[in-house]
Nanobody, 123 residues
Framework: VQLQASGGGLVQAGDSLRLSCAAS????????VAWFRQAPEKEREFVAA???????YYADSVKGRFTISRDSAKNTVNLQMNSLKSEDTAVYYC??????????????????WGQGTQVTVSS
């Protein structure tokens, strides 16, 4: 299984970006899929997750601004990021866990990781 994260870029504060995580070799069916991020000199942190039953979870710092969604037809999981702030600047990683997990917030739970995509928000 390979994950490909895309959609990052350089934007200004207040702008939007849409990240996409595509899987090859397996569908996202039955999986928990999450986005994490890591800023320079900081630990990797949970951003958002969607479970196999389509329940969605968000870090407090992004709640109300970010939306995670599945596109089963394209076998992708997307992260719509609105009202971006400078503190959102980080490398964003998608991660997948088969079978699903209730500990969606823990990076240790995930079997596969994408390569990361850089998001830079200028203030």
């Amino acid at each position: 299984v390979q994950l490909q994260a895309s959609g990052g870029g350089l934007v200004q504060a207040g702008d939007s970006l849409r990240l996409s995580c595509a899987a090859s070799g397996r569908t996202f069916s039955g999986a928990t899929v999450a986005w994490f991020r890591q800023a320079p000199e900081k630990e990797r942190e949970f951003v958002a997750a969607v479970r196999e039953n389509n329940a969605k979870y968000y870090a407090d710092s992004v709640k109300g601004r970010f939306t995670i969604s599945r596109d089963s037809a394209k076998n992708t999981v997307n992260l719509q990021m609105n009202s971006l702030k400078s503190e959102d600047t980080a490398v964003y990683y998608c991660a997948v866990r088969w079978p699903h997990t209730v500990r969606y917030y823990s990076a240790n739970e995930y079997n596969y990781w994408g390569q990361g995509t850089q998001v830079t928000v200028s203030s």
